[in-house]
């Protein structure tokens, strides 16, 4: 079994900033890519950065030059640095990874539950 754990999420004001972060754990033998989307109510769920292997990363166009992803050291948890927010950044953000269980696996996608971040105006 597979778990993604989420922090930092919280209440903040508009211009300021959030940092998120995510750990895998559980039986997932390689990671390929790890990444973060965002689901606001009434909205459909979209990508808001991701990182691979390499340390290749995409960004949603709205959140360029402002958020920023990056890798721990452990190559199993990922980060968002979220600065100069907007009320509009106000979702749940998942966290998200692609991995195999075993060399014989094929990936697959791993969800974390999720974590509030409200900007107020």
């Known amino acids: 079994q597979v778990q993604l754990v989420e922090s930092g999420g919280g209440l903040v004001q508009a211009g300021g900033s959030l940092r998120l972060s995510c750990a895998a754990s559980?039986?997932?033998?390689?990671?390929?890519?790890m990444g973060w989307y965002r689901q606001a109510p009434g909205k459909q769920r979209e990508l808001v950065a991701s990182i691979n292997i390499v340390g290749t990363t995409l960004y949603t166009d709205s959140v360029k030059g402002r958020f920023t992803i990056s890798r721990g050291n452990a190559k199993n948890t990922v980060y968002l640095q979220m600065n100069s927010l907007k009320p509009e950044d106000t979702a749940v953000y998942l966290c998200n990874a692609i991995g195999a269980r075993g060399p014989r696996y094929q990936p697959e996608d791993y969800w974390g539950q999720g974590t509030q971040v409200t900007v107020s105006s």
């Open positions: 559980g039986s997932i033998f390689s990671i390929n890519a």
